[in-house]
C-alpha cells in the first residue's frame, strides 16, 4: 500500500482545517460512559455525570432504536451545548459508515458542536480506507465551520476484517486517537460461539491431565479475546494510540467485570467502556495505579533519577527498564491525583 511521506502525513486535509496534531493531547481517560441521548431523563444528568467521569460519549449507534436515531442525534446537541464538560472528554459514536444515519450525524454535529467535541468514535472499522474517508469528511466540516482545533477518531473493532487490518487502521492518520475492542459484533463476524458480551465462557477452558488415583482434575476458564486485545494494544503502542477494553455486558457480575477490566489495564489498555453507572467505581478503581505500586515506582525514580545503571530496592535488581516500567506508573498516578483529590493524598503527591 503505498503510503504518504510524513511531510504530507501531517498537512490538513482540506483548506483551512486545523493542523492536525503531532502527538495526542494527555487526558485522563480511565473510562468512556455511554449515555443513551434520546432519553430525556439521562440528558438531565449530564451535567452532575461530567464531574464523575473521563468521558461522556453521546451514542448514535447500537442501542438506539431506529424509530430514535434523530432524536438521539438532537439530544447529543442539546446536551452538549448545556454542559459545561470542563476537564471530561465529550465524545460521540456515530452511526456505521453504511448506515442512512452517518452523513446526517457528522454534518449536525460539526455544525452545531463540533468546538466542544473531542473524539469521534466510529464503529465497525475494517481497515484504513475507512479511516481516510472519515478523515477528509471531518476536515471538510472544520474548515466550513473554521473549528479551533481537530476532531479525533476512535476506531472499534468488531469485524475480522478490521483485527485483520489493525496495524494499517492504527497509521491511517494523525488524526487517530485508539481503539476498542468491539466482542459481540466481532463474534459474530468470526461466527464465535458466544451470546455473551465480553468476558470469559465457561466452556472456553484448559483442563488439566488425568492424575494416577483418577480423582478430580482442575479446570480453569479461558479469556476468549486475550489474542485480539494484546493484537489491538501492540498496534495502538506502536504508533502512539490509546487502545481501549470495550463493553462488559452482564452488569450484574460486577467481580468478573473487574477482572476483565484489570486484565486490560495490565495488559497495556488505558481504559474501558462503562454502560452501567455501576462499572464507573469498577473503572476508576482499575485503571488508577495501585497507590503501594505507586510508591515503590517513586522509589526507583528516586534511586535512577536518569534512568541509567542499577540499583537494588528491597533486594531486587532495577536497571533501565524498570525505571520505564516505574515512569508509567508515576505518570498516570499525576494524571488521576490531578483529578482525584483522595487518590492525590494516598499517592502522597
Given at each position: 500500500?503505498?503510503?504518504?511521506?510524513?511531510?504530507?502525513?501531517?498537512?490538513?486535509?482540506?483548506?483551512?482545517?486545523?493542523?492536525?496534531?503531532?502527538?495526542?493531547?494527555?487526558?485522563?481517560?480511565?473510562?468512556?460512559?455511554?449515555?443513551?441521548?434520546?432519553?430525556?431523563?439521562?440528558?438531565?444528568?449530564?451535567?452532575?455525570?461530567?464531574?464523575?467521569?473521563?468521558?461522556?460519549?453521546?451514542?448514535?449507534?447500537?442501542?438506539?432504536?431506529?424509530?430514535?436515531?434523530?432524536?438521539?442525534?438532537?439530544?447529543?446537541?442539546?446536551?452538549?451545548?448545556?454542559?459545561?464538560?470542563?476537564?471530561?472528554?465529550?465524545?460521540?459514536?456515530?452511526?456505521?459508515?453504511?448506515?442512512?444515519?452517518?452523513?446526517?450525524?457528522?454534518?449536525?454535529?460539526?455544525?452545531?458542536?463540533g468546538g466542544k467535541l473531542d473524539v469521534v468514535m466510529v464503529p465497525k472499522v475494517e481497515g484504513?480506507?475507512?479511516?481516510?474517508?472519515?478523515?477528509?469528511?471531518?476536515?471538510?466540516?472544520?474548515?466550513?465551520?473554521?473549528?479551533?482545533?481537530?476532531?479525533?477518531?476512535?476506531?472499534?473493532?468488531?469485524?475480522?476484517?478490521?483485527?485483520?487490518?489493525?496495524?494499517?487502521?492504527?497509521?491511517?492518520?494523525?488524526?487517530?486517537?485508539?481503539?476498542?475492542?468491539?466482542?459481540?459484533?466481532?463474534?459474530?463476524?468470526?461466527?464465535?460461539?458466544?451470546?455473551?458480551?465480553?468476558?470469559g465462557h465457561p466452556e472456553y477452558k484448559v483442563i488439566a491431565d488425568p492424575s494416577p488415583d483418577?480423582?478430580?482434575?482442575?479446570?480453569?476458564?479461558?479469556?476468549?479475546?486475550?489474542?485480539?486485545?494484546?493484537?489491538?494494544?501492540?498496534?495502538?503502542?506502536?504508533?502512539?494510540?490509546?487502545?481501549?477494553?470495550?463493553?462488559?455486558?452482564?452488569?450484574?457480575?460486577?467481580?468478573?467485570?473487574?477482572?476483565?477490566?484489570?486484565?486490560?489495564?495490565?495488559?497495556?489498555?488505558?481504559?474501558?467502556?462503562?454502560?452501567?453507572?455501576?462499572?464507573?467505581?469498577?473503572?476508576?478503581?482499575?485503571?488508577?495505579?495501585?497507590?503501594?505500586?505507586?510508591?515503590?515506582?517513586?522509589?526507583?525514580?528516586?534511586?535512577?533519577?536518569d534512568g541509567s545503571g542499577a540499583v537494588m530496592i528491597d533486594g531486587k535488581m532495577q536497571d533501565?527498564?524498570?525505571?520505564?516500567?516505574?515512569?508509567?506508573?508515576?505518570?498516570?498516578?499525576?494524571?488521576?491525583?490531578?483529578?482525584?483529590?483522595?487518590?492525590?493524598?494516598?499517592?502522597?503527591?
Amino acid at each position: 500500500m503505498t503510503t504518504k511521506t510524513p511531510r504530507q502525513f501531517f498537512r490538513p486535509l482540506a483548506i483551512g482545517a486545523p493542523e492536525p496534531y503531532r502527538e495526542l493531547p494527555l487526558r485522563l481517560e480511565r473510562m468512556i460512559h455511554f449515555v443513551p441521548p434520546h432519553l430525556e431523563k439521562v440528558r438531565a444528568k449530564v451535567p452532575e455525570l461530567a464531574g464523575q467521569v473521563d468521558i461522556v460519549l453521546g451514542n448514535l449507534e447500537d442501542a438506539i432504536p431506529v424509530e430514535a436515531k434523530q432524536a438521539a442525534r438532537d439530544g447529543f446537541i442539546e446536551l452538549a451545548k448545556a454542559t459545561d464538560f470542563g476537564a471530561t472528554g465529550l465524545w460521540t459514536r456515530v452511526n456505521a459508515l453504511n448506515s442512512p444515519w452517518f452523513l446526517d450525524d457528522i454534518a449536525a454535529i460539526m455544525a452545531e458542536i463540533g468546538g466542544k467535541l473531542d473524539v469521534v468514535m466510529v464503529p465497525k472499522v475494517e481497515g484504513p480506507w475507512d479511516i481516510h474517508y472519515v478523515d477528509q469528511l471531518l476536515a471538510q466540516y472544520e474548515a466550513r465551520h473554521a473549528l479551533p482545533k481537530p476532531v479525533l477518531i476512535h476506531a472499534i473493532l468488531e469485524t475480522a476484517e478490521g483485527v485483520k487490518n489493525v496495524d494499517a487502521i492504527a497509521t491511517a492518520s494523525p488524526r487517530m486517537h485508539g481503539m476498542s475492542l468491539g466482542p459481540a459484533d466481532l463474534a459474530a463476524s468470526r461466527a464465535m460461539k458466544t451470546t455473551r458480551v465480553g468476558g470469559g465462557h465457561p466452556e472456553y477452558k484448559v483442563i488439566a491431565d488425568p492424575s494416577p488415583d483418577g480423582g478430580p482434575r482442575a479446570i480453569a476458564q479461558q479469556d476468549l479475546w486475550h489474542y485480539t486485545l494484546a493484537k489491538m494494544v501492540d498496534a495502538c503502542a506502536s504508533a502512539g494510540l490509546k487502545p481501549f477494553y470495550g463493553p462488559f455486558g452482564d452488569f450484574s457480575d460486577g467481580a468478573a467485570c473487574e477482572a476483565q477490566f484489570r486484565n486490560a489495564f495490565l495488559l497495556g489498555c488505558a481504559g474501558a467502556w462503562t454502560l452501567h453507572p455501576s462499572q464507573i467505581e469498577i473503572a476508576k478503581r482499575v485503571f488508577s495505579p495501585d497507590p503501594d505500586e505507586v510508591a515503590f515506582a517513586g522509589r526507583i525514580l528516586e534511586a535512577m533519577p536518569d534512568g541509567s545503571g542499577a540499583v537494588m530496592i528491597d533486594g531486587k535488581m532495577q536497571d533501565d527498564a524498570t525505571w520505564k516500567q516505574a515512569k508509567v506508573i508515576v505518570d498516570l498516578a499525576r494524571q488521576v491525583a490531578a483529578r482525584d483529590p483522595a487518590l492525590a493524598a494516598r499517592y502522597g503527591f
